[in-house]
């Protein structure tokens, strides 16, 4: 392999949580759809994520996504999401960036006004809107995944917290949802570290006790993320608000409130009866920002009542970057790259 190597990428952010837009420099991965080619980077070529997720190109808590070709005729391109706790098949704040950077990279021509398209993420084809003013990509608004409550209100003996009652949603990963005000947080930003912890051992404590099952995928492995609830303000009698922040294992709490949190949310306070469809509910981050989801409707799948929702956020664009490797580094690993750069680095 040749000892220097570039990435072609674009960085962007949604809600505070950065997304590193991988547009280029990465052989076609084999697959007939865009979930097999996640599998194969996951199985057989994990060190994209690594090299950009860790030192010295990165830190955990960003995201990474590799633009492929779409194999779904309808969708204008494929994303396969990587972050620490590896590869979800699934995240708003992911697509809300993914969805900004094919606009602004010309892979889907801009439009002024509304503009829909599909994207291919490895749970399947996503429907997008933006809205476009003056060249500027305003709003994406994407349909979040069908989402359910598994579990409610269970309660945990967790070491050094005590007896904790959670819920339990699918909204493309497994979440336990816990209420903040319960366990003593105001889900401010000086709370970060200590919010980590907590949900740390919470989380460490699930996964101890038992496992879940997705109601048609089957295991999709242990429950990685933890979503924290504040208060509920109702804003009108179809919106409300709440401060939240979501953690994924192992030790990151998200900048954003996250797509997949929202979504969750969304199927908790419908199980609860206190959204109906059409109502919104804002979540705000530790940082002030905010994502907005709708219950768009409601279906019964067995004894699952699902909640089908959508996500509105606000993608930017921080940087336009080749990302230069060098393979000599003592910081950096290439091994896990040769499957995807072989074509080019042989």
């Known amino acids: ?38 599998h194969y980077l996951r199985d057989t070529a994990d060190g994209l994520r690594k090299l950009l997720l860790f030192e010295p190109y990165g830190v955990p808590e960003m995201s990474v996504d590799l633009v492929v070709p779409a ?5 204008a391109a494929g994303y396969i999401i990587m972050e620490v706790m590896g590869y979800p098949i699934y995240s708003g ?19 002024e006004g509304i503009q829909r398209f599909k994207l291919e993420a490895p749970a399947g084809p996503v429907n997008v809107e933006a809205r476009v003013a003056n060249g500027v990509v305003e709003a994406i608004t994407c349909e979040g995944l069908p ?36 366990l003593g947080f105001h889900l401010n930003r000086d709370e970060e570290r200590e919010l980590a912890e907590c949900a740390h051992r919470i989380v460490e404590a699930i996964q101890a006790e038992r496992g879940f099952s997705h109601y048609t995928l089957g295991d999709v492995g ?27 294992h192992p030790g990151v709490i998200c900048r954003s409130t996250t797509g997949t949190g929202t979504s969750a949310r969304l199927a908790l306070m419908h199980h609860e009866g206190t959204l109906a469809p059409g109502d919104r509910l804002e979540t705000i981050s530790l940082r002030e920002t905010g994502f907005i989801g709708t219950l768009t409707g409601t279906r019964q799948e067995g004894s699952y009542s699902v909640v089908e929702n959508s996500i509105t956020g606000k993608g930017y664009v921080l940087g336009h970057t080749e990302v230069v490797v060098n393979c000599d580094d003592p910081l950096v690993e290439c091994d896990g790259l040769h499957p995807i750069l072989g074509a080019r680095h042989g």
């Open 1 to 38: 392999m040749s000892r220097s190597l570039t990435f072609k990428m674009m960085d962007t952010h949604a809600g505070g949580d950065v997304s590193r837009i991988v547009l280029g420099g990465i052989d076609a991965l084999p697959g007939a759809t865009v979930r097999e080619q996640m």
């Open 71 to 75: 194999t779904d005729p309808e969708a």
């Open 93 to 111: 704040s992911n697509t809300i960036c993914t969805a900004t950077a094919v606009l602004e990279a010309g892979i889907v021509p801009k439009q």
């Open 147 to 182: 989402s359910y409550i598994d579990t409610y209100r269970a309660a945990i003996r967790v070491p050094g917290l005590g007896e904790v009652t959670y819920s339990v949603a699918y909204s493309g990963g497994f979440y336990a949802l816990v209420d903040a005000g319960e």
């Open 222 to 248: 242990p429950l990685p993320f933890l979503h924290f609830m504040g208060p509920v303000e109702q804003l009108a009698d179809d919106s409300y608000r709440s401060r939240s922040a979501t953690y994924v």
